[in-house]
T-cell receptor
Framework: DGGITQSPKYLFRKEGQNVTLSCEQN?????MYWYRQDPGQGLRLIYY???????QKGDIAEGYSVSREKKESFPLTVTSAQKNPTAFYLC????????????FGSGTQLSVL | AQSVTQLGSHVSVSEGALVLLRCNYS??????LFWYVQYPNQGLQLLLK??????LVKGINGFEAEFKKSETSFHLTKPSAHMSDAAEYFC??????????FGKGTRLSVIA
């Protein structure tokens, strides 16, 4: 079945540690996105990529980094500079053009130890 | 800049009653509008979208929404609520060349 796979489902970060969230899609989509979800805040865009080897900052990119070396993969690193990383992180993809529907993964819950 | 405002962070309805979830948008150009649903600890699924054409859009699970330009609204309705409709609902907007901007969501509870 085609879809988006996020791993791990739960992740714990220690103080000063960088952690990487995985996002893989087999839908052959060009565009991929990372959103952060906090209770009562909706989804806020962290980074997005519309083509391999290119990505743009979203509204809350500080403390995060991404790479897009392969069409299928768009990993997100939460760095130690992100002081409030506890949130639910959602990866999504779409075919070219933002009027197309987003396909979402099932999310990663990141917590701080 | 585009934005959406969802009125009411929590809506509670009785089973069989009308569901009405409100969404108002702000956009300087004709918008593309979406409603997504999220069940606990899951990603979002598309319910319906408006791009151009007919202003009344029908989606999955009996939901529909009407684009009203004069009111800058895109409210989501369902004639009769089911227990399985309990979830969080998000309205979203884009101009078509930028990523979706989501509202803060409305949690729908259905009372038996």
């Amino acid at each position: 079945d085609g879809g988006i796979t996020q791993s791990p489902k739960y992740l714990f970060r220690k103080e000063g540690q960088n952690v990487t969230l995985s996002c893989e899609q087999n839908l052959n989509h060009d565009a991929m996105y990372w959103y952060r979800q906090d209770p009562g805040q909706g989804l806020r865009l962290i980074y997005y990529s519309q083509i391999v080897n290119d990505f743009q900052k979203g509204d809350i990119a500080e403390g995060y980094s991404v790479s897009r070396e392969k069409k299928e993969s768009f990993p997100l690193t939460v760095t130690s500079a992100q002081k409030n990383p506890t949130a639910f992180y959602l990866c999504a993809s779409s075919i070219a053009g933002s009027d197309e529907k987003l396909f979402f993964g099932s999310g990663t819950q990141l917590s701080v130890l | 800049a585009q934005s959406v405002t969802q009125l009411g962070s929590h809506v509670s309805v009785s089973e069989g009653a009308l569901v009405l979830l409100r969404c108002n948008y702000s956009s300087s150009v004709p918008p593309y509008l979406f409603w997504y649903v999220q069940y606990p600890n899951q990603g979002l699924q598309l319910l319906l979208k408006y791009t151009t054409g007919a202003t009344l859009v029908k989606g999955i699970n009996g939901f529909e929404a009407e684009f009203k330009k004069s009111e800058t609204s895109f409210h989501l309705t369902k004639p009769s609520a089911h227990m399985s409709d309990a979830a969080e609902y998000f309205c979203a907007v884009t101009r078509g060349n930028t990523p979706l901007v989501f509202g803060k969501g409305t949690r729908l509870s259905v009372i038996a």
